[in-house]
């Protein structure tokens, strides 16, 4: 009989810690017990848990900072640079000669590839401003951190469970699986004191 005492505390362990686990989205509502109420944590503090998810994900992982810099490194603004001129070259080359068949025939290549480089001078000085100034207006219109808050504020409860459970299914598990190993390294610890009284 003494040496249940591992498996019961065990049992009691694993069952403790998946109870926790599970009352972070149980029950969705509240339950009234006149004297307090009871609620899942993510339910009961949905808005907040929706605020602080939307300025995390706006401080940390997507700042308007972050995208403008992205958006002036050297390769992203070569990009540009290439569609700009590939642009360019269609028009002087196909579009233009099609529109104005005339003025076109005056137009050497000597005339394009000097009027190209003038304007891919324009183009290379004008992208990063161009940059700045989209990403300041997007800043005014596209405030990710309201965008995410709000989301989140209205995501059904089983919505949320679903996307939290999947993000940290294993880490729930884990928390339970530790529980049992707890509790069973307890009641190793009581038979011992146990074996020694007697």
């Given at each position: 009989m003494l040496w249940t005492l591992p498996v019961i505390s065990a049992i009691v362990g694993w069952f403790t810690n998946y109870l926790a686990v599970k009352m972070l989205?149980?029950?969705?509502?509240?339950?009234?017990?006149?004297?307090?109420?009871?609620?899942?944590?993510?339910?009961?503090?949905?808005?907040?848990?929706?605020?602080?998810?939307?300025?995390?994900?706006?401080?940390?992982?997507?700042?308007?900072?972050?995208?403008r810099d992205k958006m002036h490194n050297p390769e992203n603004l070569l990009s540009i640079n290439q569609i700009v001129e590939a642009k360019i070259d269609y028009f002087l080359?196909?579009?233009?000669?099609?529109?104005?068949?005339?003025?076109?025939?005056?137009?050497?290549?000597?005339?394009?590839?000097?009027?190209?480089?003038?304007?891919?001078?324009?183009?290379?000085?004008?992208?990063?401003?161009v940059i700045d100034h989209y990403m300041s207006n997007l800043e005014e219109r596209f405030n990710v951190e309201e965008i995410i808050k709000e989301r989140v504020a209205v995501l059904p409860a089983e919505k949320l469970e679903g996307l939290i459970m999947n993000l940290l299914k294993k880490e729930f598990k884990f928390i339970e699986y530790i529980g049992a190993v707890v509790g069973f390294l307890i009641g190793l610890i009581q038979v011992a004191l146990v074996s020694l009284g007697q």
């Open positions: 989205f149980y029950p969705k509502e509240p339950w009234d017990f006149k004297l307090f109420k009871i609620q899942g944590i993510f339910p009961k503090n949905q808005r907040q848990v929706a605020e602080k998810i939307g300025k995390m994900v706006a401080d940390e992982l997507l700042s308007s900072d972050d995208l080359n196909v579009k233009f000669p099609k529109q104005y068949p005339i003025t076109g025939l005056l137009f050497t290549e000597k005339r394009k590839a000097k009027m190209k480089g003038e304007l891919m001078v324009e183009v290379k000085e004008s992208v990063p401003q």
